[in-house]
Nanobody, 126 residues
């Protein structure tokens, strides 16, 4: 079994920053691609950013390019999402997600995710 525990959410003003963390346990973190998804009220869960198992390749949704940065520290089994220049439309519950299969490509849709964190609320005020 895999456990993913997020932290770092909270309230920020527009233009501000937050850093999310996700600590993984239960399997070899470094073998699995990871991603951050988010879900706003009344909307479907969507991919925000994803990173390969080695950390060498990253992908971003168009709506966060240039503002958010995904990274990982395999020695600490931790995934990060640095969020800068926050906008009110970034308000959502953010979820850490792990790919189902070792060495597989990054998870682009919820269906490709094997494990989810519990989610952390991010609220951006205008």
């Amino acid at each position: 079994q895999v456990q993913l525990v997020e932290s770092g959410g909270g309230l920020a003003q527009a233009g501000g920053s937050l850093r999310l963390s996700c600590v993984a346990s239960g399997r070899t973190f470094s073998l699995f691609a990871m991603g951050w998804f988010r879900q706003a009220p009344g909307k479907e869960r969507e991919i925000v950013a994803r990173i390969s198992w080695s950390g060498s390749t990253t992908y971003y949704a168009d709506f966060v390019k240039g503002r958010f940065t995904i990274s990982r520290d395999n020695a600490k089994s931790t995934l990060y999402l640095q969020m800068n220049s926050l906008k009110p439309e970034d308000t959502a519950v953010y979820y850490c997600a792990a790919q189902k299969v070792a060495y597989a490509s990054t998870p682009r849709t919820p269906g490709e995710v094997g494990y989810w964190g519990q989610g952390t609320q991010v609220t951006v005020s205008s």
